[in-house]
């Protein structure tokens, strides 16, 4: 196998043992890693940066940041300090990478080959986005998105749309956004977006603005590269263009993270199969289990706390294994009724795959 790559500096507080290095702005968490507590541990959650990730001389004084708040009534800059007298709210969310699933896809889509681990359940305080927008007028009028732009300095000498991390979200997505300042506890740390970032509860990854520097109001969707190109689920060979759906909300999905096939030959006898679900949009109601492949389904128990809809359910299913090849796979359903799918949607970049086919192990009992 090849030498395990290190940690980059701004990831160096990251647990070696928990994490696959993919590259110095990849970083995913391992399968086996997720435990049955709910909460991701900071230091095991994945990391995805487009860009470099901005010198940390932006978390040196975290208060003093400032954030550009336009299309809105009242247009102004707003310091961390000062949002942080506006409003206080607390969300737990799954944030998973839109491309979490890639490494599945048989078409092996360029990007990051990630399979489970560019997820997590995290807890994030900040001052929800409508009371700041209400502090402001409310919004100004005939406005249809919620956009916002990443704090990164580009490089000079190209057009900054063409990296610049920006992406618009419906304006819908305010209504439980938080402009946030802490993750699991602690001031958010330069990997996850320091000092401040956008949260929008249930939306993938990309759209969780890091370091936020403007959040605006309006009525057309960014014209990034990022927004108009990327993040595009486009059919299988062709090119991604902006009238394609853009990768915004998440739908119902789970997978197994115990047994594993990495834990080598297990002993016949009782398991306890467990892992994670999540309803994206809506909360999850129920997750079902198979040891055969997805034949059979047995209802599984929902354990541990309830941290609300847009936070994962841990689950388990509590079996006998007898000797032999046995396939796991889980499959869940969120209050609406929908039915986390068998396939994956094909779409040329790897987006959005919550296929349980895709996410079943093949474990061998001995
Ligand atoms: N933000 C910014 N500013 N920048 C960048 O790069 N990225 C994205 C988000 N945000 C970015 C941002 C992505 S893409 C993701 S996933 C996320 O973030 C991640 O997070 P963390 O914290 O984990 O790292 Mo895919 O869809």
Request: with cysteine; aromatic share 6%.
């Amino acid at each position: 196998a090849p030498a395990a790559k290190p940690l980059p500096g701004y990831a160096g507080f990251k647990n070696a043992d928990a994490v696959i290095v993919h590259s110095s702005t990849t970083i995913e968490t391992k399968r086996s890693a997720f435990g049955t507590s709910v909460i991701t541990p900071s230091n095991q959650l994945y990391v995805r940066n487009n860009l470099p990730t901005p010198n940390a001389s932006i978390v040196a004084d975290r208060d003093a940041w400032q954030v550009q708040i336009d299309g809105v009534k009242q247009p102004r800059q707003l310091s961390v300090a000062e949002l942080k007298k506006m409003g206080l709210e607390t969300v737990t969310m799954v944030l998973q990478c839109s491309g979490n699933g890639r490494g599945f896809f048989p078409s092996k889509p360029s990007g990051t080959q990630w399979t489970v681990g560019a997820a997590g359940c995290v807890v994030w305080s900040g001052v929800p986005v409508r009371e700041v927008v209400k502090a402001l007028g409310g919004v100004a009028d005939g406005m249809v998105y919620m956009t916002g732009t990443g704090g990164e300095v580009l490089p000079a000498g190209i057009d900054p749309k063409t990296v610049m991390v920006e992406r618009s979200v419906p304006l819908s997505a305010m209504q439980d956004a938080l402009l946030a300042w802490e993750m699991n506890g602690e001031p958010i740390s330069l990997a996850h977006g320091g000092p401040l970032r956008l949260i929008v509860p249930g939306y993938t990854g990309v759209n969780n603005i890091k370091y936020i520097k403007q959040l605006a109001f309006t009525l057309k969707e960014s014209e990034a590269h990022i927004m108009s190109h990327g993040y595009r689920i486009s059919p299988p060979g062709s090119k991604s263009d902006p009238s394609q759906p853009s990768v915004q909300e998440m739908s119902v999905k789970s997978w197994i993270n115990s047994p594993l096939p990495e834990a080598g030959t297990q002993a016949a006898g009782m398991v306890q199969i467990h892992g994670v679900a999540f309803g994206g949009m809506h909360a999850v109601k129920g997750v079902e289990v198979s040891t055969d492949g997805g034949k059979s389904w047995k209802p599984a128990r929902l354990v541990g706390p309830d941290m609300g809809k847009y936070a994962w359910r841990q689950f388990v299913l509590q079996a006998q294994l007898p000797k032999g090849t046995h396939v796991l796979a889980s499959r869940a359903t969120d209050e609406k009724g929908n039915l986390q799918p068998e396939t994956r949607g094909e779409n040329q970049s790897g987006y959005n795959n919550t296929s349980w086919a895709d996410h079943a192990v093949t474990v061998t009992v001995a």
